[in-house]
């Protein structure tokens, strides 16, 4: 069986190192908040480019805390993509606020040029959602940003590293927000997350907020949170990051394959904008026969994943919003005909052909 994600074989890569380190912070003694945790955050700042980073327990945490910070609450609007992960959009209703939903383009990205018929007078930020390893149009949605007077939020779940003309991704907007979720580009062993900004005064405010709202122990300036990374991950995060650009790299040497061998023509491949490259978080391919390909793989022993099945304004979860099948024509076709392709580190070219001869064979 290939798996559409394999994570023990990106472990078996550098098991010794995330043993050891393991181990060294296990006899330590010290679990929460420590020098792991301030070591990674200098090291993850310095990686991305920004000058701050605050770890915490969740990249949802890491996008509710923000808009908390940033005063967004319930009457204020967020702009974001209707394709998004659900996550993004409890990381704005959590406070209160509304999610206001923009179609995705070509790229699976929020169209940028659709983005200022959303603004209303109770817009107040833009939430920028670099999915499945790309990079949204910044230069236009800075712009608007200026324009508007919008908060920028960039959610770089997805995008740990990948740039928009040379620009990191995370470091256009107010705040960059981050999760170490397992099957992330740096993935922890557990649920981790952080903030990046440049901005000392917001990044001093996730510092008190992640930990009861205090700076000094039983002294409470907020009412805050739980959301604190521990060292272990910690440590094990900064033996991933010493290895995250190799794992980027590989992931585009799958990613060029497929581009390059998958012929099929009833599969449509992933865009990448020129001015923009991606660390392919996710192979994500087009059919309008979806459910039949990924029916088909998996009688080869081929698993894939959907990335996401139920656009969030169709969700459950989301009812209270008011919003019905065809409000986003393109949001709901792109999760009828999305395909994830097995993508890991540690996949091996065998199993890659197998995936592409597998595919080009498939016939309606
Ligand atoms: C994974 C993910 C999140 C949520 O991160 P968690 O660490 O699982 O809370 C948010 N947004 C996007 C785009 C994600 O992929």
Redesign the pocket.
Known sequence: MIMANNLLRQFSLHADEYEEKAIEVLRSGWYVLGKEVKSFEQEWADYIGAKYCVGLA????A?WISFRLLEIKAGDEVIVSAN??I??VM?ITINGATPVFVEPDMYDNIDADKIEAAVTSKTKAILV?H?YGESCDMTKIMDISRRYNLKIVE?C??SHGNHWHGKTVGTFGDIGCF???PT?GCGAFG???CIVTNNATLAKKFRIFRNYGSEKHYQNKVVGSNSRLDEIQAGLLRVKLSHLDEFNEERCRIADRYLKEITNPMVQLPQIRPEADSTWHQFVIHTEKRDELQAYLEANDISTLIHYPIPPHLSEAYQYLGKKSGDYPIAEKYADEVLSLPMYNGMTDEEQSKVIITINAFKR
């Open positions: 969740s990249g949802l945490d996008l998004a992960y996550a993004c990381g959602v999915l959610d779940a997805q999760s170490f979720y992330k649920d981790a997350g």
